[in-house]
């Protein structure tokens, strides 16, 4: 039974699922990095927010770890290339805390509008200083958007409903989305220009990092108000004092912090000033729905192999898996066979797929090539880091599809080309389940790619069978299998042989001296 480990304050819905999709769950919150790292070793699945930090060294005594599982949306907090080196799928739940966020910046907003937070102290303290707080209105105000995502989306839709105008900075934003949001997309110099508040939605990233310098908050309107539920570092933490203290911004509200836990900050006690730690998807509705969402994605994955929002990985889902997993054992057997045959640098490898195979989700069957051709190059290689290594070792991918149906309903052809050409291997399901190679390089050959095998390409002529047969016989290596092709009679001819065990050198040599013998290599699947 897989196993999974909750790490950070989860709703209890998520052990919940776990149990009834029949993972074991332990709860385990607060743990220090040392305490994480002598403990993940037991765990199939790591369940986390944003408290838990997923990090290179945790990821290597993460021995039996399959999937982590982020209840909420940022994974700045996993490190994802030491996760896809390992193998680790990384999965988030973009959508369960979007609407829940995009309420926490508009009430931002209003705090910032009203200063509620100043009033309610100074009330609460019994000053009573109706004219110490004189707010602004929302109506008729530009609103700046920086980053249109999901979040930004859903602040753009209840701005609008606010009467306010909005204008949105977001380089992946189309002409034709901006108008169906109801925005107006602008430069970043020209929102920091016209915009009254400004919130931000965008992941921190190099291109986002510090996109609120001091240089650009110099550009701001003078008595711009602006709020970041998004992430720390968006915005020049000491820059925004500046600006505060001198007047120029009239208010700034942040959820989110360079340094998290955010326990001190000179922008504490700064007039004008609001905090909230990190409460941005802090709602009972978000909670719910993100522990259940990464309940279910993690269970699907663990127990039946299905790959939903995965940041590292094809998405596959649950229904999809039992159909698309045949085809990716013979993708694999496909891949590790022209890998192990195939000569010299191979700079481009083409998937196609044919008849049934044409209808299928390609993402999952290429990574599965990929992982069987890298595979017969490093021991590093797995589903989720395939794509990445073969963009790396600079070998371009194609994806081919083709809805007629040959001599086969269902074909895969894998297709390499090297320096003499291109070469292909083909296989099919027969039954539906059962991976059978039907050609290679071009001969017609049928055969179970499994265990050790022998791959001879030799001269057509009578006699050479019982040769071989009689080689091996005589070194005691039993033949499982035995399989034929030809291009033509007494043309060049294919043999593959399943044997017991893993044939030596010094047997291969005996095979290559054989009369006829043109090739001899041992293979392995
Ligand atoms: N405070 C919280 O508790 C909380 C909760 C949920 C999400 N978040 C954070 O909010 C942010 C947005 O989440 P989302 O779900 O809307 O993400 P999203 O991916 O849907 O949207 C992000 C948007 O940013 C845009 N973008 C990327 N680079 C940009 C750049 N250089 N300049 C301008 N725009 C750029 C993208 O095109 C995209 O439209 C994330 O950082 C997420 O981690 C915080
Ligand atoms: O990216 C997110 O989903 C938010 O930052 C929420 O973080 P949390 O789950 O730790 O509240």
Request: hydrophobic share 45%; glycine share 10%.
């Amino acid at each position: 039974m897989p196993k999974v480990l909750i790490s950070d304050k989860m709703d209890p819905r998520a052990a919940e699922i776990f149990r009834e999709r029949g993972v074991e769950v332990d709860e385990i919150t607060g743990k220090t990095p040392e305490e994480l790292k002598a403990i993940i070793g037991e765990y199939d699945g790591l369940a986390i927010r944003s408290s838990t930090k997923v990090t290179k060294e945790i990821l290597e005594h993460a021995t039996n770890l399959k999937v982590v599982g982020r209840a909420g949306i940022g994974v700045d907090n996993v490190d994802i290339p030491a996760a896809s080196a390992k193998g680790v799928v990384v999965m988030n739940t973009p959508f369960g805390n979007s609407i829940t966020t995009a309420e926490h910046a508009i009430a931002l907003m209003f705090a910032l509008a009203r200063q509620l937070p100043e009033a309610d102290a100074s009330t609460q303290a019994g000053k009573w200083e109706k004219n110490r707080f004189m707010g602004v209105e929302v109506t008729g105000k530009t609103l700046g958007l920086i980053g249109a995502g999901n979040i930004g989306s859903i602040v753009a839709d209840r701005a609008l409903g606010l009467k306010m105008k909005v204008v949105a900075f977001d380089p992946f934003l189309t002409e034709e989305r901006a108008v169906e949001l109801g925005v107006t997309k602008v430069t970043l110099d020209e929102l920091l220009a016209r915009a009254d508040f400004i919130t931000l939605h965008t992941p921190l990233t190099d291109q986002t990092r510090n996109i609120l310098s001091a240089e650009n908050l110099a550009k701001t309107k003078k008595g711009v108000r602006i709020v970041n539920c998004a992430r720390g570092g968006l915005i020049d933490e000491a820059a925004l004092k500046e600006g505060l203290d001198s007047g120029h911004i009239a208010g700034a509200a942040l959820d989110v912090f360079v340094t998290e836990p955010a326990k001190e900050s000179p922008l504490f006690g700064t007039p004008n000033f609001i905090s909230t730690p990190h409460l941005g998807a802090s709602t009972t509705e978000a909670q719910v729905n993100v522990a259940i969402q990464v309940a279910e994605q993690m269970a699907d994955y663990l127990v039946s192999g299905g790959v939903i929002n995965a940041l590292n990985m094809p998405s596959l889902s649950a229904e999809e898996a039992p159909k698309l997993r045949p085809y990716m054992g013979l993708a694999e057997k496909l891949g590790s066979l022209v890998g192990q045959l195939a000569h010299g640098a191979i700079d481009r490898i083409s998937i196609h797929r044919e008849g049934a195979a044409a209808e299928l989700n390609p993402k999952p069957i290429t990574s599965a090539v990929l992982k069987g051709f890298l595979g017969t190059q490093t021991a590093t290689v797995n589903m989720v880091n395939a794509p990445v290594l073969a963009r790396d070792r600079g070998v371009e991918v194609r994806e081919i599809r083709t809805e007629r149906e040959g001599d086969y309903h269902t074909l895969l052809r894998v297709a390499v080309r090297t320096a003499d050409g291109e070469r292909s291997v083909v296989g099919t399901l027969f039954g539906d389940s059962a991976p059978r190679l039907v050609e290679l390089f071009g001969i017609k050959v049928e055969a179970d790619l499994v265990g050790p095998m022998i791959y001879v390409v030799n001269e057509d002529a009578p006699g050479f069978i019982g040769r071989i047969g009689t080689l091996l016989g005589e070194a005691g290596v039993n033949i499982g299998t035995f399989h034929l092709g030809r291009r033509e009679a007494g043309g060049e001819a294919v043999l593959l042989l399943s044997v017991d065990e893993t044939v030596d050198a010094a047997l291969l040599a005996k095979v290559k001296a054989l009369p006829g013998v043109k090739t001899a290599m041992a293979l392995s699947f």
